[in-house]
């Protein structure tokens, strides 16, 4: 028996306005206590009316995401069908890299699932109770459907606490021809001709930061001479910009990445990158001090904004890593700068950079606006699905 929760008006009217979650204060009945080992839900109006399908979580502040606003059986061909779906949308990219986001939660209409490939390796992040309950289905799908080597479980992320679920990293699935120490190693992936070692089990995300992939690529296209990159984490856009200018410092407060940093320059026979181990913030005000000057800067530091009561905190970083850049880029130099931090609006970036260009009295030309790359989608009706925002710009 399909079970069944009621709404309020307010939840049917965001529905109607494309939103897929419902929180908990708009859930008017859910049903007996059964519903709590539900994965998926029938969602109805006040008066009975049907208005959706939806994953279910008891415990969650987003009670349900929904799947889908037609009255139709959600079986496994139903999930089959929508990653079929999510498969075909990203088939032209075989040819630019063997690393990408197979399916990208609800952006795919697959809520708070999220697939990444890593070549023949598959990384699974179930990321709500609902979709929890039907994990064991998708790995089954994923295997079908796609033969990887192995299937690693990267459950290791706060977002499942607040879903009442527990914390893990683990291998899920290997092809019998696979030994554990394969399964637990690391191995060489290709992004537009660039490599980089990944580490699916060990790495922070599933391995990589996969969103950035097409702005590492067009930012060589604009990037020349001196270049520097911070917060540069695995060298994603200083290895892709190295073809284009005559050296990169690549800058990052983590010893460990820095060595990764260095071992995949290293795999790329790179000679003219350097990485430094640096508090950005510090090494920026130490530049300044030095007079050291660039042609081309790269900011693409972490979510400064985790949430709605650290983004004025957020705003004073922002601009701070703007301001200095600013002042170090020669005249009709390349700025790069990055936002992951959702709440940190389009518009209110924008301010951002064009405060920290008055503070520098430096005009800028914004040359492209970019987002998160094609395999990560935005979903429209659905603005959390839009988080990074990008800016390649001309400091004059």
């Not at 930061?209 to 994603?236: K, S, W």
Request: proline content about 2%; glycine content about 6%; charged content about 30%.
């Amino acid at each position: 028996m399909v079970l069944k929760v009621t709404v309020t008006r307010r939840a049917t009217e965001r529905v109607r306005a494309g939103h897929l979650w419902i929180y908990k204060s708009d859930v008017r009945e859910s049903g007996d206590e059964n519903n709590d080992d539900a994965a998926v839900v029938r969602v109805t109006d006040e008066r009975g009316r049907f208005v959706a399908h939806a994953l279910w979580s008891a415990t969650s502040q987003i009670s349900l995401r929904l799947l889908t606003t037609r009255d139709e059986t959600i079986d496994r061909d139903f999930w089959q069908r929508r990653l079929h779906a999510a498969l075909a949308r990203r088939a032209h990219l075989e040819g630019e890299t063997d690393a990408y986001r197979l399916v990208f939660s609800e952006g795919d209409l697959m809520p708070s699932l999220i697939v990444d490939k890593y070549r023949d390796v598959l990384v699974l992040q179930t990321l709500s109770r609902g979709v929890e309950r039907l994990k064991a289905m998708f790995v089954e799908l994923l295997i079908e459907e796609l033969k990887p080597r192995l299937i690693i479980e990267r459950n290791d992320v706060r977002v499942r606490e607040l879903e009442g679920l527990p914390l893990c990293a683990e291998v899920i699935y290997k092809r019998d021809d696979v030994t554990d120490g394969e399964a637990h190693g690391e191995f060489v992936i290709n992004q537009h001709g660039v490599k980089f070692a990944v580490a699916p089990l060990g790495g922070q995300k599933t391995g990589a930061f996969l969103d950035q992939r097409e702005n590492h690529r067009r930012a060589a296209d604009f990037a020349r001479g001196h270049a520097l990159d911070c917060f540069t984490f695995n060298g994603g856009f200083a290895l892709n910009i190295a073809r284009s200018c005559e050296s990169v410092i690549g800058l990052d407060v983590s010893g460990e990445a820095v060595a990764a940093c260095r071992h995949n320059a290293a795999l790329n026979d790179m000679t003219n990158v350097e990485f430094r181990e640096a508090n950005v913030f510090d090494a920026l005000r130490e530049m300044e001090t030095a007079g050291t000057q660039f042609d081309t800067i790269i900011l693409d530091p972490p979510a400064f904004a985790k949430n709605h009561k650290s983004v004025e905190g957020a705003v004073r970083g922002y601009k701070e890593i703007n301001l200095r850049a600013m002042k170090l880029l020669n005249a009709g130099g390349i700025l790069v700068t990055c936002t992951c931090s959702y709440h940190v609006a389009e518009n209110d970036f924008l301010n951002i950079i064009t405060d920290a260009g008055s503070d520098a009295r430096r005009h800028i030309q914004v040359i492209e606006k970019r987002t998160q790359a094609s395999d990560h989608p935005i979903l429209l009706g659905m603005p959390e699905t839009y988080y990074l925002k990008c800016l390649i710009c001309r400091v004059l």
